[in-house]
Nanobody
Framework: QVQLAESGGGLVQAGDSLRLACAAS????????MAWFRQAPGKEREFVAM????????LYSDSVKGRFIISRDNDKKTVYLQMGSLKPDDTAVYYC????????????????????WGQGTQVTVSS
């Protein structure tokens, strides 16, 4: 099972940009669909974005569509989340997650479908 470690979180101002990275170790990264979720204080974990194994399919939540971009580098075993036009509502702990899957699997936005998780990285957006 792949092990995941997020980095890149921090404190930024509204309107700023930030790029998160999630590095994988162990396992075969290219066999995993990858996703980002986030959890704000007092709220449930919510889907942010996902990317298929070859990177040809990308899905976004409505709240981040047009502002965030998910990408991956299978050679570097890393998935990224480029966040732009950040808002205070984007404040949360961001988690990357991996789902070991076949190449033709349908994409999923459900946290329960992902079997590997990182520890999370805090993103705080001040107004």
């Amino acid at each position: 099972q792949v092990q995941l470690a997020e980095s890149g979180g921090g404190l930024v101002q509204a309107g700023d940009s930030l790029r998160l990275a999630c590095a994988a170790s162990r396992g075969t990264f290219s066999r995993y669909a990858m996703a980002w979720f986030r959890q704000a204080p007092g709220k449930e974990r919510e889907f942010v974005a996902m990317i298929s194994r070859p990177g040809t399919t990308r899905l976004y939540s409505d709240s981040v569509k047009g502002r965030f971009i998910i990408s991956r580098d299978n050679d570097k075993k890393t998935v990224y989340l480029q966040m732009g036009s950040l808002k205070p509502d984007d404040t949360a702990v961001y988690y990357c997650a991996g789902k070991h899957t076949i190449l033709t699997a349908l994409p999923t936005t459900s946290a329960g479908d992902y079997d590997s998780w990182g520890q999370g990285t805090q993103v705080t957006v001040s107004s």
